[in-house]
C-alpha cells in the first residue's frame, strides 16, 4: 500500500510519530506490517521491505546514503535479474550504482540487464518521476451515452448531464440506493478526459437535484475539441429504501424532507467545513458548550443526551472573550457603565449574576460571573468578571438579539 503523506505528517505528531503508529495499529488488529517513509517511492518501498526496523524513515536528502548498502532486490527488480547480478558479485545498490557510474550505460548495464535497473535506480534516487497512481473504486452504478459527433457547447453538455442522471438514478430506484459520490467522466476526441466529482450529506437519487448540484460546476469542464462519450459514476452508494412520498416525515426524522438537497448544494458551493450545525455538549463553560457537527450528520453516541444550558445563552458568542473597561458596583454589583471598542454603554438593566466555574480536571481558572445587560440604546450585552477586589476583570463574551 502506498500512502502520500505530503502535508499530513504533522496531523499524527510528525513523520517518525506518524511512521510508527502504523505497524503498532495494525498489530493490534492481528497484522504484522511493516513501514517506510522516504523522499520517492522506490526507496520508501525499499525501507519497508529492508530497513532495520518494522518503521523507517529516510531523511529528506539522505536516500543515496540510506539505500547504499540495500540489496538490488530493494530495486523491484525481476528475479533474473537479480540472479544475474549476484552471479556477478552485485551485492549491494552502491555497488551497482558505482558500476553505472564507472561506464557508459548504453553498451555496459543496458547492454547486459536491459534498461529496468537504470530505471529503478534513477527511480529510487527522485532523478525520474515515478507518479502515484491511485486506486480509483470501481463505481457502483454507471450510465454512458456515446455520440456519433463531439459535443462541446454548455447547451450540449448540460443536456447529457440530464440525461445520464435520470438513468443513473432509474438504476439506483431499481437496486434501492442513493448515491453519496458522484463523478462525471468526458471522453474527449483527442484521447484524453476531464471530469466533475461531488458528495452528498445523505443517500439520494433524485435526478433533478443531481442535476442542480452538477449545473453549478459545468463551467469548469473543459470539453477541448469535442467530447464524444460521457460517463456518470455513482462510485459510492448506500441502501436507500422506497418511500412513499406522501405521507409526512415523522417528528425528529434526519432528513427533513428537502433539507439535504439544499445542503449539499451549501457544501458543493462553499465546502463541507463550513456548512455545519451546532449540537450541545457536556460543559458549563460556554465556549465549550456547544459542538460542530455535518450538517446532516448523525449525532454520535456520546452527545446525544447533552442538554443545552438552563438560562438563555447569546445568540453570538465571540471567539474570545474581549476586555472592557467598567464601573460596578462592589463587591457583587453589575456593571452601571462600560467601554467596549472605544464605545461608552450606560447601562439601564442588568440580571445576574450567573457563576460559571471551570471543569475541576482541565487547568485552574477563577470562576466567572455572568451579567446579561441592557445599555440605553437597546442593545442587550453578554458580560463577566474574574478575579478578586483587588485584581478584577472584566470581558464581553457574547451579544443577545
Known amino acids: 500500500m502506498l500512502l502520500d503523506a505530503t502535508g499530513a505528517a504533522h496531523l499524527f505528531g510528525g513523520e517518525a510519530e506518524w511512521l510508527a503508529a502504523i505497524p503498532h495499529e495494525l498489530g493490534r488488529f492481528g497484522?504484522?506490517?511493516?513501514?517506510g517513509l522516504a523522499?520517492?517511492?522506490?526507496?520508501?518501498?525499499?525501507?519497508?521491505?529492508?530497513?532495520?526496523?518494522?518503521?523507517?524513515?529516510?531523511?529528506?536528502?539522505?536516500?543515496?546514503?540510506?539505500l547504499a548498502d540495500y540489496p538490488p532486490a530493494a530495486l523491484r527488480?525481476?528475479?533474473?535479474?537479480?540472479?544475474?547480478?549476484?552471479?556477478?558479485?552485485?551485492?549491494?545498490i552502491a555497488d551497482l550504482e558505482a558500476l553505472v557510474r564507472a561506464s557508459d550505460p548504453r553498451?555496459?548495464?543496458d547492454a547486459r540487464f536491459g534498461p529496468e535497473p537504470l530505471r529503478r535506480l534513477r527511480q529510487a534516487f527522485g532523478e525520474i518521476d515515478e507518479p502515484l497512481d491511485p486506486d480509483i473504486p470501481v463505481p457502483a452504478m454507471r450510465a454512458r451515452l456515446a455520440f456519433a459527433e463531439p459535443v462541446s457547447t454548455p447547451e450540449d453538455i448540460a443536456r447529457i448531464v440530464e440525461r445520464l442522471a435520470l438513468e443513473l438514478c432509474a438504476k439506483l430506484e431499481?437496486?434501492?440506493?442513493?448515491?453519496?459520490?458522484?463523478?462525471?467522466?468526458?471522453?474527449?476526441?483527442?484521447?484524453?478526459?476531464?471530469?466533475?466529482?461531488?458528495?452528498?450529506?445523505?443517500?439520494?437519487?433524485?435526478?433533478?437535484?443531481?442535476?442542480?448540484?452538477?449545473?453549478?460546476?459545468?463551467?469548469?469542464?473543459?470539453?477541448?475539441?469535442?467530447?464524444?462519450?460521457?460517463?456518470?459514476?455513482?462510485?459510492?452508494?448506500?441502501?436507500?429504501?422506497?418511500?412513499?412520498s406522501a405521507i409526512?416525515?415523522?417528528?425528529?426524522?434526519?432528513?427533513?424532507?428537502?433539507?439535504?438537497?439544499?445542503?449539499?448544494?451549501?457544501?458543493?458551493?462553499?465546502?463541507?467545513?463550513?456548512?455545519?450545525?451546532?449540537?450541545?455538549?457536556?460543559s458549563h463553560i460556554p465556549e465549550r458548550a456547544?459542538?460542530?457537527?455535518?450538517?446532516?450528520?448523525?449525532?454520535?453516541?456520546?452527545?446525544?443526551?447533552?442538554?443545552?444550558?438552563?438560562?438563555?445563552?447569546?445568540?453570538?458568542?465571540?471567539a474570545w472573550p474581549e476586555p472592557i473597561e467598567a464601573l460596578a458596583e462592589l463587591p457583587d454589583g453589575p456593571p452601571r457603565r462600560f467601554r467596549w471598542r472605544k464605545r461608552l454603554h450606560d447601562?439601564?438593566?442588568?440580571?445576574?449574576?450567573?457563576?460559571?466555574?471551570?471543569?475541576?480536571?482541565?487547568?485552574?481558572?477563577?470562576?466567572?460571573?455572568?451579567?446579561?445587560?441592557?445599555?440605553?440604546d437597546g442593545h442587550r450585552f453578554w458580560v463577566y468578571r474574574e478575579g478578586a477586589a483587588g485584581g478584577l476583570r472584566w470581558f464581553l463574551h457574547g451579544l443577545f438579539a
Not at 451549501?266 to 463541507?272: K, M, P, Q, S, Y
Open 290 to 318: 456547544q459542538i460542530r457537527l455535518p450538517a446532516l450528520g448523525a449525532v454520535p453516541a456520546h452527545l446525544r443526551n447533552a442538554k443545552p444550558p438552563a438560562n438563555p445563552r447569546p445568540l453570538r458568542l465571540l
Open 347 to 376: 447601562v439601564v438593566r442588568a440580571e445576574g449574576p450567573e457563576r460559571i466555574a471551570p471543569e475541576w480536571w482541565r487547568a485552574p481558572a477563577p470562576p466567572r460571573d455572568y451579567f446579561a445587560i441592557d445599555d440605553r
Open 77 to 92: 527488480l525481476p528475479p533474473d535479474i537479480l540472479g544475474d547480478l549476484d552471479r556477478l558479485g552485485l551485492r549491494r
Open 174 to 244: 431499481a437496486a434501492e440506493l442513493g448515491l453519496r459520490r458522484a463523478r462525471l467522466i468526458a471522453l474527449r476526441v483527442d484521447g484524453t478526459a476531464t471530469h466533475l466529482a461531488l458528495g452528498t450529506s445523505k443517500p439520494m437519487r433524485d435526478a433533478k437535484a443531481l442535476v442542480r448540484l452538477f449545473a453549478e460546476h459545468l463551467p469548469k469542464l473543459d470539453p477541448g475539441f469535442g467530447i464524444d462519450t460521457a460517463l456518470l459514476d455513482a462510485e459510492i452508494a448506500n441502501p436507500l429504501s422506497l418511500r412513499q
Open 39 to 66: 523522499d520517492t517511492i522506490g526507496a520508501a518501498w525499499a525501507a519497508a521491505r529492508y530497513g532495520a526496523q518494522a518503521a523507517t524513515r529516510i531523511a529528506p536528502g539522505e536516500t543515496r546514503i540510506a
Open 248 to 282: 409526512a416525515l415523522p417528528d425528529g426524522d434526519p432528513d427533513l424532507g428537502e433539507l439535504a438537497p439544499l445542503v449539499d448544494r451549501l457544501i458543493n458551493r462553499l465546502g463541507a467545513a463550513n456548512v455545519v450545525r451546532l449540537a450541545p455538549f457536556e
Open 31 to 35: 497484522l504484522q506490517a511493516r513501514a
Open 107 to 109: 553498451r555496459g548495464l
